[in-house]
């Protein structure tokens, strides 16, 4: 009976040793399912993050798209500008050069017209000088009082510095 008591005994303990091996796999168990769904919280919160970023970079391909058609668009038209520009550019330096060789003649002709006053000026200056004044000196009154200073009226008295208005308007004050 000692060996029966003792399997008894022995079948107590390991039944124990069962139970609290069970507890701890029930608390494992429930640790990892905390820690698992704690992870998975993780995880989606970044899937979450991910989408977003993908969801930003398909917008952001669709505007970077746009603004790379609108760009290339106002490349042409500036393509185009370039274009008519170095054409009308051309026409312009045709056109001067046209007007350069134009008055090329006319440097000639207008040189040609300075001869002609200078030779005529040259006239006039020894014509002048060659005159005699009979009357060096002389004012002539006639045409002296004729100016412009001469058209005052000389005789009105001494100034006061009132021209006459001065004393109506502080009157009427």
Same mark, same amino acid.
């Given at each position: 009976?000692?060996? %029966?008591?003792?399997?008894?005994?022995?079948?107590?303990?390991?039944?124990?040793?069962?139970?609290?091996?069970?507890?701890?796999?029930?608390?494992?168990? /429930?640790?990892?399912?905390?820690?698992?769904?704690?992870?998975?919280?993780?995880?989606?919160?970044?899937?979450?993050?991910?989408?977003?970023?993908?969801?930003?970079?398909?917008?952001?391909?669709?505007?970077? &798209?746009?603004?790379?058609?609108?760009?290339?668009?106002?490349?042409? %038209?500036?393509?185009?500008?370039?274009?008519?520009?170095?054409?009308?550019?051309?026409?312009?330096?045709?056109?001067?050069?046209?007007? /350069?060789?134009?008055?090329?003649?006319?440097?000639?002709?207008?040189?040609? /017209?300075?001869?002609?006053? %200078?030779?005529?000026?040259?006239?006039?200056?020894?014509?002048?000088? &060659?005159?005699?004044?009979? &009357?060096?000196?002389?004012?002539?009154?006639?045409?002296?009082?004729?100016?412009?200073?001469?058209? /005052?009226?000389?005789?009105?008295?001494?100034?006061?510095?009132?021209?006459?208005?001065?004393?109506?308007?502080?009157? %009427?004050?």
């Amino acid at each position: 009976m000692v060996r %029966l008591d003792d399997f008894v005994e022995h079948l107590g303990e390991s039944m124990a040793d069962l139970i609290q091996a069970e507890i701890r796999a029930g608390r494992d168990t /429930v640790d990892f399912i905390q820690a698992s769904e704690s992870e998975v919280h993780v995880l989606q919160v970044e899937l979450d993050r991910y989408e977003a970023y993908g969801a930003k970079l398909e917008n952001d391909i669709f505007l970077a &798209n746009e603004i790379e058609k609108e760009a290339k668009k106002a490349w042409e %038209l500036s393509c185009e500008a370039c274009d008519r520009c170095n054409v009308e550019m051309k026409e312009t330096i045709e056109f001067y050069m046209m007007e /350069v060789d134009r008055l090329r003649s006319d440097v000639e002709v207008v040189d040609e /017209v300075i001869r002609i006053f %200078l030779e005529e000026l040259k006239g006039i200056d020894d014509i002048i000088r &060659n005159q005699e004044y009979d &009357n060096v000196g002389v004012v002539d009154d006639d045409r002296f009082g004729q100016g412009v200073f001469r058209n /005052v009226d000389t005789d009105a008295g001494e100034y006061t510095g009132q021209g006459g208005w001065e004393g109506a308007v502080g009157a %009427l004050l």
